[in-house]
């Protein structure tokens, strides 16, 4: 019988439970396929609500940890195969100690898109939702306060507040303890990509995923380094496939892989960890004396945080960066989409191996962000601000989706429609049981103003970040006569 303590008032009972019985499966005091309580009888057995149960299992469900079988009930998913690596297991009960943190934990001091009606396809943001007011108030007083300092030249990895201010955020709401020496900013995934490459090696063998974000891929090829596309199941990327083709680093979107909204459960993640650990970690000794390069046994995962936080039910997935105790995690992330696609402003954690190699040979660039823009997203976020929008932003998201959701079921698409609809992100995939070129469907939305990014034959992407609330009713009406049109024909 499952018993346990409720005694931190701090944290909600579900969130409580979730990890009262997230502890006990990683631990391995609940066994694969072993059968838990109903709803009401736990929650009868720990006396709390049966809602509270329900929401526990649901974000256990979200991660992977447990899964349930119609009509007969919750168990537990079986994270570790019994031929995993006995090394790697080890790492996981007992963190590296020997490669600390590098420094302390805290530092002291017109467009095409005008055109369409609807663009669901673009990834901007939606004008009404930018918080003005707020950004030109700290941007005024950062003019007239911090003129001096405007003038000196940033660190080549980002100025300390907004390191600060970064480092303390993935703290409260990604639950990642990632020092501000750690961090480094930059214009972009380019710019993040740029170094990287350059930090890595030119001669490993990088992978993205298929489907996947193309912009990677072109980056990737644009470098002049070998990009290998691995294919997805229902669970995310193939590792196997990672073996067969040598990958050295693997780019990958676990939280909410583009564009299918796939969520990496635990057990596909320990698997990526693993795979990442049988090989070694980059440092000096990888460079002979005559300047050999002896890289080709590195093994790396990007993991790419991307809208991580319009998560619109539940708790937030936990990072890969959370789980990794080996270093093996370079995360990576953006303000693109959470403030403005013009906001060009994106950043990595490396490992603190890595990160006192990019010390050593790259620190010479000139971070390709301006101070003013830097310090002003510092104050943003350690003001609380940025909080408060994404608070905003979740909840103008929600309204969206729903409205989305609910004038396509009441319309006659519905019934020719089949939604995937995750519960994090800001699209969906809709596919259409169509007849007709798909050439002509979407060539005639285009002339009625509504724009839309097919994924594969009779599926299409869904991005209403950018489409204004009273624009959606009349949107979809417009989708809906267009494909009907060509039905009847």
Request: net charge neutral.
């Amino acid at each position: 019988m499952l018993s346990y303590s409720f005694s931190d008032n701090k944290v909600s009972m579900y969130e409580q439970l979730y990890n009262f019985i997230k502890e006990d499966i990683l631990s391995g005091t609940l066994k694969p396929d072993t059968r838990l309580p109903s709803k009401r009888s736990f929650a009868e057995q720990l006396s709390v609500s049966v809602i509270t149960v329900e929401n526990a299992y649901n974000q256990l469900m979200s991660e992977g940890f447990i899964y349930s079988l119609p009509k007969k009930g919750f168990y537990v998913s079986r994270i570790f195969e019994l031929s995993d690596n006995d090394d790697f297991m080890n790492q996981l009960n007992n963190p590296v100690s020997t490669a600390p943190t590098f420094g302390k934990n805290r530092l002291s001091s017109s467009t095409e898109q005008d055109t369409y009606y609807a663009d669901f396809s673009s990834n901007a943001t939606d004008p009404a939702t930018f918080p003005f007011a707020t950004w030109a108030k700290l941007s005024r007083r950062i003019l007239l306060d911090n003129q001096d300092y405007l003038m000196k030249n940033s660190p080549s990895n980002g100025i300390v507040e907004l390191r600060n201010a970064i480092s303390d955020y993935l703290l409260a709401f990604r639950g990642m303890k990632a020092s501000p020496n750690n961090i480094i900013i930059g214009a972009g995934t380019e710019t993040m990509y740029n170094i990287l490459i350059q930090l890595l090696g030119h001669e490993l063998i990088y992978a993205s995923e298929n489907p996947g974000y193309e912009k990677i891929a072109s980056i990737l090829t644009s470098n002049g380094v070998k990009n290998v596309r691995i294919p997805m199941d229902e669970d995310g990327i193939i590792i196997s496939i990672l073996e067969d083709e040598n990958v050295n680093i693997i780019h990958t979107t676990p939280s909410h892989h583009f564009p299918t909204g796939i969520t990496m459960p635990v057990k596909r993640r320990y698997e990526l960890l693993g795979w990442a650990n049988s090989l070694n970690n980059l440092s000096d000794s990888n460079e002979s004396d005559t300047g050999h390069d002896k890289r080709g046994n590195l093994r790396y995962v990007i993991e790419d945080d991307y809208d991580s936080e319009f998560r619109l039910s539940g708790r937030p997935i936990p990072s890969l960066f959370s789980i990794d105790n080996s270093e093996k995690i370079i995360y990576m992330n953006t303000f693109t989409k959470s403030l403005a696609s013009t906001i060009r402003i994106s950043y990595m954690v490396l490992p603190s191996h890595l990160m006192e190699i990019y010390y050593k040979k790259l620190s010479f660039y000139s971070c390709t962000v301006s101070t003013f823009e830097q310090l002003t997203l510092a104050h943003f976020i350690s003001e609380g601000y940025y909080e408060k929008h994404i608070n905003r932003m979740r909840t103008t998201s929600r309204k969206k989706r729903d409205l989305l959701l609910s004038c396509i079921k009441e319309s006659r698409l519905g019934a020719a429609a089949t939604i995937n609809e995750e519960e994090s992100g800001l699209h969906f995939i809709i596919n259409l049981k169509m007849k007709g070129s798909e050439k002509d469907f979407l060539e005639k939305l285009k002339k009625q103003g509504i724009n839309i990014s097919p994924v594969s034959k009779n599926s299409y992407m869904i991005n209403y970040s950018s489409v204004p609330m009273d624009r959606i009713r009349e949107a979809v009406r417009r989708i809906n006569n267009v494909f009907y049109g060509l039905q009847e024909l």
